[in-house]
């Protein structure tokens, strides 16, 4: 018996994905996806359905275009360059 789809309502992303809708998520093909992409990111089995974390996928994605290995500044290194950057005003 087919599976039914369930149209989500609009702008709802889907938490989890199929083979091929998480590749074309990455931007490749399926067969692509399988050799090299899920791999490195593990499915998540429920019953008998693999599927991939979307979140999961965003990580990957991230460390492999090195965004991953960003460094945030700490707050208060940011408030301390606050003054640093701007010139005081003089109400004279």
């Not at 429920?46 to 945030?72: E, K, T, Y």
């Given at each position: 018996?087919?599976?039914?789809?369930?149209?989500?309502?609009?702008?709802?992303?889907?938490?989890?994905?199929s083979?091929?809708?998480?590749?074309?998520?990455?931007?490749?093909?399926?067969?692509?996806?399988?050799?090299?992409?899920?791999?490195?990111?593990?499915?998540?089995?429920?019953?008998?359905?693999?599927?991939?974390?979307?979140?999961?996928?965003?990580?990957?994605?991230?460390?492999?275009?090195?965004?991953?290995?960003q460094?945030?500044?700490?707050?208060?290194?940011?408030?301390?360059q606050?003054?640093?950057?701007?010139?005081?005003?003089?109400?004279?």
């Amino acid at each position: 018996m087919p599976r039914e789809h369930v149209l989500l309502s609009y702008g709802l992303t889907p938490r989890l994905l199929s083979r091929d809708l998480a590749a074309e998520y990455c931007g490749v093909s399926p067969a692509h996806f399988a050799e090299h992409v899920a791999k490195e990111v593990p499915a998540i089995d429920i019953g008998r359905r693999n599927l991939w974390d979307i979140r999961a996928l965003d990580r990957w994605l991230d460390q492999r275009s090195g965004l991953g290995q960003q460094v945030l500044k700490p707050v208060d290194e940011w408030i301390g360059q606050l003054g640093k950057t701007k010139k005081a005003i003089n109400p004279c």
